[in-house]
């Protein structure tokens, strides 16, 4: 029995791979973006006067509300014309070691190979969003707060991608660039392909934006008050500032690019919504 020549014609497309989705609606929505057997979903934001902005990934803190920072981010949208996007991270599938700590690591402490780490997830998510809107070069931004800061300044120093800029926002501790302070604190006992000089001088050299609440200066919201914690500083603003000198600092001996930037924004505590609605975020993604 042949079948027919429209169906054909279609079964080729979709094999050939010249079937498309069609491209974000307007307004609110979620969709899934595959990740092997542990696909994402994915909130987003699409302005309805969109043309042809940048994308801006958003990724969410400790709670694992990823809609709410999705609509935490629509005055982002709406003010700069980028479209929207906030993965979910579910705490089943995606424990501190995971999140936070990226995944370099089995609970064992055995490292990880890079096309499994968390980090890997969110160009797949970049590119099937690009592919949806027919822009295969658009323009992407990562921003990041609490727990989502701290995934962030981890992913810039292993797999920072090809962002134009990452906002980091009051991240709960840091990832200094020296090998005195353990893993998730800075790079030590980390094997060598990962610590080395070479990885400091591209962490350095990210575009990486440590985005500070000039009141996030006080020990709440599921603060990290553990001693490796408590070496960086007594609060979250203070810990932001800490690294950022220190980075500037070893850049400037050493003579290495450094592309960090540090923006804070007065009188906003652990806040997400407002840090995003602050007229410094523009500052903090787009400023130059």
């Not at 890079?114 to 990562?142: C, M, S």
């Not at 990210?206 to 408590?230: C, K, Q, R, V």
């Amino acid at each position: 029995m042949m079948l027919p020549r429209c169906l054909v014609a279609l079964l080729f497309a979709v094999v050939c791979g010249a079937v498309h989705a069609d491209p974000l609606p307007p307004g609110p929505g979620k969709f899934e973006s595959p990740n092997g057997a542990e696909p994402i979903t994915v909130f987003a934001y699409k302005p309805p006067t969109y043309k042809d902005g940048p994308l801006l990934v958003v990724c969410h803190g400790v709670a694992r509300n990823a809609e709410d920072y999705r609509n935490f981010a629509i005055t982002l949208a709406e003010r700069f014309g980028a479209i929207v996007v906030a993965p979910l991270f579910d705490k089943d599938r995606f424990p501190s070691l995971r999140y936070q700590r990226g995944g370099l690591l089995d609970p064992q402490g055995k490292i990880q190979p890079a096309d499994t780490w968390t980090y890997a997830v969110i160009p797949k998510i970049v590119a099937q969003v690009r592919a949806l809107e027919g822009k295969p070069k658009l323009p992407y931004y990562l921003i990041g707060h609490s727990a989502g800061g701290q995934f962030l300044v981890r992913l810039a120093a292993f797999m920072p991608g090809e962002p134009v800029r990452i906002v980091a926002a009051n991240p709960g501790s840091h990832l200094f660039p020296d090998r005195a302070q353990k893993f998730g604190y800075g790079f030590g006992g980390l094997p060598a392909e990962l610590n080395n000089d070479d990885v400091m001088r591209r962490y350095l050299a990210a575009p990486l934006t440590i985005y500070l609440g000039t009141a996030d200066n006080t020990p709440e919201h599921s603060f990290d008050a553990s001693e490796e914690g408590m070496r960086q500083g007594p609060n979250r603003l203070a810990r932001g500032r800490a690294c950022f000198a220190a980075a500037q600092k070893l850049a400037k001996e050493r003579g290495w690019a450094f592309n960090w930037r540090k923006v804070e924004t007065p009188g906003i505590a652990h806040e997400a919504a407002f840090m995003f609605a602050a007229k410094e975020a523009g500052d903090a993604l787009f400023g130059k």
